[in-house]
């Protein structure tokens, strides 16, 4: 049974074998989860790889074990010439949740592809989160997701309505009644309704 494991395993190719490794280590239950230096170093050496699968297996990993040490390294892969990179490493950036990546995502705001834009929407959503009550979230996230609420995209905008409500902040309260006058989509007048309950929730 070993051997045939062992066979199986030998059989993949890098890239497989890196997305198993990856799969394991973002699972909840993944066995390395708490000893983040080991995988981050293996990881960030594939993020240097000449091929673009391995080294977007490595930016989502990355994202999964949780490792502040990964911030530069992703920050920089965001000028991958790989989409799918950038696109991993975006939604790593927010996984982690530190306030340096701010200034590196904004820009995907204007990206001309729609999923990197929704991608950037929700990282920028998980930086605006803050543990305590009474912290307050970046002013540049707020008002980044602000004008994304107008993104012709209807992907977008719904990203952009769900990150403010889960933020709570108020600033955002008379952006989204204006969205809801003039939007005539009901599944974002429903986000907004959700997005504005949750503000005001958040704000008793």
Same mark, same amino acid.
């Given at each position: 049974? &070993?051997?045939?494991?062992?066979?199986?395993?030998?059989?993949?190719?890098?890239?497989?074998?890196?997305?198993?490794?990856? =799969?394991?280590?973002?699972?909840?239950?993944?066995?390395?989860?708490?000893?983040?230096?080991?995988?981050?170093?293996?990881? #960030?050496?594939?993020?240097?790889?000449?091929?673009?699968?391995?080294?977007?297996? &490595?930016?989502?990993?990355?994202?999964?074990?949780?490792?502040?040490?990964?911030?530069?390294?992703?920050?920089?892969?965001?000028?991958?010439?790989?989409?799918?990179?950038?696109?991993?490493?975006?939604?790593?950036?927010? =996984?982690?949740?530190?306030?340096?990546?701010?200034?590196?995502?904004?820009?995907?705001?204007?990206?001309?592809?729609?999923?990197?834009?929704?991608?950037?929407?929700?990282?920028?959503?998980?930086?605006?989160?803050?543990?305590?009550?009474?912290?307050?979230?970046?002013?540049?996230?707020?008002?980044?997701?602000?004008?994304?609420?107008?993104?012709?995209?209807?992907?977008?905008?719904?990203?952009?309505?769900?990150?403010?409500?889960?933020?709570?902040?108020?600033?955002?309260?008379?952006?989204?009644?204006?969205? &809801?006058?003039?939007?005539?989509?009901?599944?974002?007048?429903?986000?907004?309704?959700?997005? #504005?309950?949750?503000?005001?929730?958040?704000?008793?």
């Amino acid at each position: 049974m &070993a051997n045939e494991s062992s066979n199986s395993l030998s059989d993949l190719s890098p890239q497989q074998k890196l997305r198993r490794f990856v =799969h394991i280590l973002i699972h909840k239950h993944g066995p390395l989860r708490n000893w983040r230096y080991f995988p981050t170093r293996f990881l #960030l050496r594939k993020l240097r790889s000449d091929s673009a699968d391995i080294r977007a297996y &490595a930016a989502e990993g990355l994202g999964g074990v949780g490792d502040v040490h990964a911030i530069t390294p992703l920050i920089n892969a965001l000028s991958d010439e790989d989409t799918t990179v950038r696109r991993f490493a975006i939604s790593s950036l927010g =996984h982690l949740r530190d306030a340096r990546a701010v200034e590196g995502l904004i820009p995907f705001l204007q990206d001309e592809e729609p999923d990197m834009r929704c991608a950037a929407v929700v990282a920028l959503g998980e930086l605006g989160l803050t543990k305590e009550r009474n912290q307050t979230p970046p002013t540049q996230v707020i008002e980044a997701l602000i004008s994304s609420i107008t993104d012709t995209n209807r992907s977008v905008c719904s990203a952009a309505v769900v990150a403010l409500g889960r933020i709570g902040n108020p600033q955002a309260v008379a952006a989204l009644n204006t969205l &809801a006058e003039t939007t005539e989509s009901e599944w974002v007048q429903r986000y907004i309704s959700e997005a #504005l309950h949750q503000i005001e929730e958040q704000n008793l």
